[in-house]
């Protein structure tokens, strides 16, 4: 097994990235299942197996998932880079810890706010709190990285 | 060389994670072939650069592309995530394996089935397919981490 | 620390790779910018908070942000993939770094071309300069594990 994984830090940042993941896995099931309830399908094909190409056609609903889906992308997967070098870094645990942890309920909170609708701007404000743990494990592998390259 | 790329199982995700992101590049230039050959143009410079400003308009081809893209970004990115650490927690080689190979073929079906439109519920049926491998992977890691997180 | 880290090619990878998601998210707030300035919301509920579900609507320089993000999402993240392996097959520093720094200048340079609409081709031109060096690390990293696979 590689060393990496027996890293206290780097498998705690593994816990919540796998968990993460899970999570945009279940937005994007959530889509699928709006879209048959909903009987909005994105291609044509789709919609002749579920009554007809009436059924090709766009959900307030179903834009809003997606939507939550994209932004999981453009701040989740980042994620995964930045807290996986971070590790790297030689940090300590109860600070990496809070690092992960406050993104991991900030992203959960957003994915809530986003697919219910919770008033503005939870979502946004959410969104802003998980950006403050990736600004901080960006600057601090600058740091790192800085002293060897 | 770092330890990682000599292991076999390691170095078999890569095989996998390689040739895939070359599928994911080879979906972005048919687009832009589409987007040539279709003139439609997502930006008012391109169709004034390809004849004139009547071709920043949209394609149903091209936005077929275009979803088909998107979708390998969901799956294909958190794979590559999920089958690097995978690799670290110490599988055997021919289970992981057949892990890669099947997400591997699936996504190429998948792209297959939605470029050519086949009928539903292929395409559905090979995303299905691709996930089965990384959920299983996703649990793999969590006892995994659980052990030493 | 782990030895990823403190490998030279690796740490000049890292140096880039944070760089370019700093720069993503700087679109992200770029967009955001748009949007207030705009009053142009995808969300009614963010529409409501500021104004009134009139400015519940689309913009097309907010499209534009939008389009450049997903760009840098199909491109960055698979580059962050690939040079993070192609830094474990033990190319020389020299190579390495002018890999990473075409791929990064001419990102930059894909995003100024985005935002400021630069006239055709100087985006699609950036694009195709940065996709230099990941089929290059792509091709090195297949031949890397053809020995070990």
């Known amino acids: 097994m590689a060393d990496l994984i027996r890293n206290e830090v780097f498998s705690c940042f593994v816990f919540y990235g796998v968990l993460l993941v899970i999570k945009m896995y279940i937005v994007a099931i959530i889509t699928g299942q709006v879209r048959l309830r909903k009987k909005a ?50 940090p300590s645990l109860a600070v990496a810890r809070i690092h992960f942890l406050v993104f991991f309920m900030a992203r959960v909170l957003h994915t809530i706010a986003y697919l219910f609708a919770l008033r503005a701007p939870t979502r946004s404000l959410a969104y802003t709190v998980a950006q403050i743990p990736c600004i901080s494990m960006a600057v601090q592998i600058l740091i790192a990285v800085a002293a060897y390259a």
């Not at 002749?48 to 959900?59: A, I, K, V």
């Not at 932004?71 to 994620?79: A, K, Q, S």
């Open 41 to 90: 399908f994105a291609n044509p094909e789709d919609a002749l197996r579920h009554g007809g190409l009436q059924y090709h056609r766009q959900d307030p609903y179903v834009e809003r998932c997606r939507r939550a889906h994209v932004n999981d992308m453009e701040n989740i997967l980042p994620f995964l880079f930045l807290a996986a070098i971070y590790s790297m870094t030689g």
